[in-house]
């Protein structure tokens, strides 16, 4: 069914006054998915259109996309599109500051701890003196990040548990806004084992505090690198500071397609946004924003990996993963994050004039405005 920008608005305006409670028929969720498949193709054509754009694009095996050197290209993110991980490890339910673009926006307070002492790796708790136990028993991921939520509020626990999977040879990354970064806390990672640390830049915006704790970092981290939610205050604060991130040694930059939640979305009311396989919710400049700077990256010759960590690359990593857990064929962790489509967030870009469906065609009889649904 290619329904039409103006039919679609009108049913998604409706769909967007009812209840959350109330439930969609059969033949209005075939509307209500029409819509995203128009909007979705709309949106794949633009972006075809940006990568063509860029000369020097490569793969990792047609999974996600990158320019730059590939020895530079972030050894987690290899691990996670092509290995056994991204295994999840969860200490630290706490953050120092909060971000629009956070998925517990709104929530920082009300996180769950994991339990005094606890680790949390693959949902199940355990002390450190049970690592030795699980290394024991299950086959090691080839590789563990450090997530959930800001490690560097407690970073003094977490040394012993970096150098216990360390001497496992386990590849192992963290998380971090780095506003708490000190060459210190730094240098005790360095020689704890940590491989791999990502600097959500966007989260002070770019500050020079946190710019200079990545230069740190390269002094002790073998790997250093960026991961941010491309959003426009961040895509602007960083080209006003390119040439002083650049000059910090960095090896690679993820531009994280920003998908929203629940808590977030709101704070990027009017965006035009667009949902990627009936799952994650994103504004689609947030993509573009990345292609633009991937395009700069490889007219300019970055000795850096510039990462395309796009809703695409996620739905990849869930078949990798799921498949090396023994899924089933097809079997994925991707999804939605919302239990119903927030509708009212796709008003605006079906209003907007400028954004126009690749294909359009009349309602079929019985999905037309007035006409019974059975």
Known sequence: ??????????????????????????????????????????????????????????????????????????????????????????KTNKCNIQCKFCYNYGELEDCMPIGEGLWEIGGTKFYERDLDLLLSIQEKPTGISYVYLEPFMEIEKYYGIIRKFHEAGIHQHMYTNGTLATEENLKALGEAGLDELRFNLGASNASDKVIEAIATAKKYIRYVGIETPMTPEYFEAFMQKKDKILATGVDFMNCAELHLN??????????????????????????????????????????????????????????????????????????????????????????????QFLEEEELPEGYRPGELFF
């Open 1 to 90: 069914m290619k329904i039409s920008k103006k039919d679609a608005l009108l049913w998604f305006s409706f769909f967007a006054q009812l209840d959350e409670e109330e439930e969609l028929l059969p033949k209005q969720m075939e509307l209500v998915y029409a819509t995203f498949a128009q909007i979705e193709d709309a949106i794949d054509a633009r972006n075809e259109k940006l990568m063509a754009e860029i000369k020097g694009l490569k793969s990792i095996g047609g999974r996600t996309y990158f320019v730059g050197p590939e020895e530079k290209f972030a050894k987690g993110c290899r691990s996670c599109m092509t290995g056994t991980g991204l295994t999840a490890i969860r």
């Open 262 to 355: 629940n808590n977030n979305i709101w704070n990027y009311e009017g965006e035009n946004m667009y949902v990627y396989r009936q799952g994650y919710v994103s504004p689609i400049r947030s993509r573009e924003l990345t292609f633009k700077l991937m395009k700069l990256a490889d007219e300019e010759g970055w000795n850096v990996a510039v990462h395309d960590c796009s809703n695409r690359t996620k739905f990849a990593r869930g078949l990798n993963l799921k498949g090396k857990e023994g899924g089933w064929f097809g079997a994925s962790s991707y999804g939605s994050e919302f239990s119903r489509p927030p509708f009212a967030v796709f008003l605006p870009i079906l209003q907007d004039e400028n954004f």
